[in-house]
């Protein structure tokens, strides 16, 4: 289906996720370009850069409690050392209010558009782009 380069790429965006999930935050920041820029599904929503990026990036992880994920419509292209993936990102978990210890079930589906770039014979992103679908659906 995908040639090993594509396949490098989408294990590239998996191993992201699960970096995040298993709360491993050096290795999920080193698989992020220093220049890293993303822009959010959630707040806030301007463009966010280098270390504000990543930290609000990681909140995700850290904030979601039980997280689930999936991608689909998985699209990958390569262009030598670039790379553009886009995809559906459909997201779960219980975000935990540590004031009150109350959760609050959360689903998300997200059109995503993803920027890698190949640096030391890997794969690192280099931009994101997250725009919220109104209905999850899953």
Known sequence: MWSEEENEV????LRVF???KNRAMELFNEAHSSQYTRFSD????????GDLA????????????????QLRDVE???????????????YSGVV???YTFEGRKLNVSARCTTLLKREG???I??????????NPTF
């Open 18 to 20: 699960e970096l995040g």
């Open 125 to 134: 992103i280099e931009h994101e782009h997250f725009s919220r679908l109104e």
């Open 96 to 98: 935990i209010n540590s």
């Open 42 to 49: 959630l707040p806030p929503h301007g463009l966010q850069r």
């Open 10 to 13: 989408y294990q590239a965006i």
């Open 76 to 90: 990958i292209r390569v262009y030598g050392d670039t790379a553009l993936a886009t995809y559906i990102l459909e």
């Open 54 to 69: 990543l930290r609000l990036k990681g909140s995700i992880f850290t904030e979601l409690v039980d997280l689930q994920y």
């Open 121 to 123: 014979g890997r794969w």
